[in-house]
């Protein structure tokens, strides 16, 4: 009689798969709660600790790590060696193992779990059986996944065996499955003692396989990971409309990446990861139509992000132009079935806002590189020159200072009551960006002000300023020509302010 092993946390199925054996002339060995839970149910077994001549013990740390079970995982069934050793020490053959690991990602996610219960979640028999289950595919079938017990029984109906290709199968995905599983730990550790790895190890879930990436030539696909993140894209809930695409999925997280900046009520509309048009509002439809005129060609074929609820005036005016994506955190009933309306139309309802982001990976020929998030956004406020800011003018400047930190470097924005005019974005010298940016906003610069994400080497922006009539300048500061722009400030009758950090963003 063949020999299955069961040992699950996640008892989906279980019962089914167990009685299916049973027909199938298995013998089952099993443990601790899922030997109770198939007992219960009317599934013969055999516990562990009689298999084994060998109590559970340590609280069950340790049941499974025993020569008479990896013996009978291990063993070459076409060996002489192995099978002479194998019955000179009465350990029977294993043909089949059925295990999911202690759920130690999910615990990781539970409110207040503490450190001794994420530690006690670190599953060691399981991955240990797993592996040398898979090791030895060649003669062992071995199931992590629940959605593969079908599959098995088929087989094992109608050939009393698994395929050999489906045993590789198998092995390949329990391997994935445990460098996962062993990852999500060491990157516990990392964090929680601030640890810097020699060799790091992340791990992602396949999401989605998508039509294409940048460009139709480009094959692509998007993976996800559970760390906690605010405005995660796999938890926006698709409401309407075509599938994400690989730009629309970069665009998406970039207006998010805006919005996280802001308790106000604030409207991002977004192209080619870079914002045309953001702005601040007291309810949803006046954020929405600020930052629509903002910038009323640039926003066609873009994106809307807003973190608040679309109503049906703001839905209405959004109809009468081309958007590819609107992320809101709800909508009215109305206002969602008039969105409708356009057939290809993305719509998407995020989750709430928290407090936390993961770290940011960017990849590069041959590695990545890895960073904290810029979630900062003043070391301190320094008036350097002899005009002062009016609190109205401080409140654009910072208001500012959030959008350039988000905008491709060399970057500037012009703001004037907590709207965008103009951005400049992703120049090879500052005075390009700032051309740029005044030009779009044009005679609505008079009196507003400009925001830079790092400092002005020349005063040749400050001159140009000074021609659209802005009134304040915020800026990092710290060049060796701080004091050139100072002076050119002071000349214009400009208020200029040292933020002390930098805002780079490639």
Do not use: W
Not at 20 to 41: D, R
Not at 62 to 69: A, D, I, N, S
């Amino acid at each position: 009689m063949k020999k299955a092993l069961i040992s699950v946390s996640d008892k989906t199925g279980v019962l089914e798969f167990a009685r299916s054996l049973k027909e199938n002339n298995f013998e089952i060995i099993s443990t601790g709660g899922t030997l109770k839970h198939l007992v219960e149910n009317g599934v013969e077994c055999i516990g562990i600790e009689y298999y084994t001549g060998f109590p559970e013990i340590l609280e069950g740390r340790v049941k499974t790590l025993h020569p008479k079970v990896h013996g009978g995982l291990l063993a070459k069934r076409d060996s002489e060696l192995h099978i002479k050793e194998a019955e000179n020490n009465e350990i029977d053959f294993i043909d089949l193992v059925c295990v999911n690991l202690y759920p130690f990602e999910e615990t990781l996610k539970k409110d207040g779990v503490s450190d001794v219960e994420i530690i006690e979640n670190i599953d060691i028999g399981g991955p240990s059986m797993l592996r040398s289950a898979a090791k030895n595919f060649k003669f062992v079938t071995v199931v992590t996944d629940y959605k593969d017990y079908n599959m098995i029984i088929d087989e094992i109906s109608e050939m009393g065996e698994t395929k050999f290709e489906t045993r590789a199968y198998l092995a390949a995905k329990v391997f994935n499955k445990t460098a996962s599983y062993d990852s999500v730990i060491a990157n516990y550790f990392n964090n929680k003692f601030n640890f810097t790895p020699e060799k790091l190890t992340l791990t992602y879930k396949l999401e989605d396989e998508l039509r294409y990436g940048e460009n139709p030539h480009q094959k692509a696909v998007h993976y996800t990971n559970n760390e906690a993140c605010s405005y995660k894209l796999q938890d926006c809930e698709q409401l309407h409309g075509k599938k994400m695409s690989y730009n629309n999925l970069q665009d998406a997280s970039a207006a998010l990446d805006i919005l996280q900046e802001f308790d106000e009520i604030v409207c991002v509309a977004l192209k080619h990861m870079n914002p045309c048009g953001v702005a601040i509002g007291n309810t949803v439809l006046e954020a929405y139509t600020k930052a629509y005129e903002s910038d009323p060609i640039s926003i066609f074929g873009g994106i809307v992000a807003i973190n608040g609820k679309v109503d049906i005036e703001t839905a209405t005016m959004m109809n009468k132009l081309f958007l590819e994506i609107i992320l809101a955190e709800d909508y009215d009933e109305d206002a969602l079935e008039k969105l409708k309306t356009k057939k290809n139309l993305r719509i998407y309802k995020i989750p709430k806002r928290i407090s936390k982001n993961s770290k940011l990976i960017k990849s590069v020929r041959g590695g990545i590189l890895v960073q904290d998030y810029d979630e900062k956004l003043y070391d301190e406020i320094n008036v350097v020159t002899e005009k002062k800011a009016s609190n109205k003018e401080m409140k654009d400047l910072l208001f500012g200072y959030k959008i350039v930190k988000h905008v491709k470097s060399n970057a500037i924005v012009v703001v004037k009551n907590q709207q965008t005019l103009g951005i400049g974005a992703g120049q090879m010298n500052r005075v390009g960006a700032c051309e740029i940016a005044l030009k779009q906003a044009g005679d609505k610069a008079d009196g507003a002000v400009i925001a830079s994400d790092a400092f002005f080497p020349m005063r040749d922006s400050v001159d140009m300023a000074g021609e659209y009539n802005i009134s304040a300048i915020i800026q990092p500061g710290g060049s060796i020509k701080d004091q050139d722009s100072i002076d050119a400030c002071n000349e214009h009758g400009i208020s200029m302010i040292f933020a002390k950090l930098r805002h780079f963003k490639h």
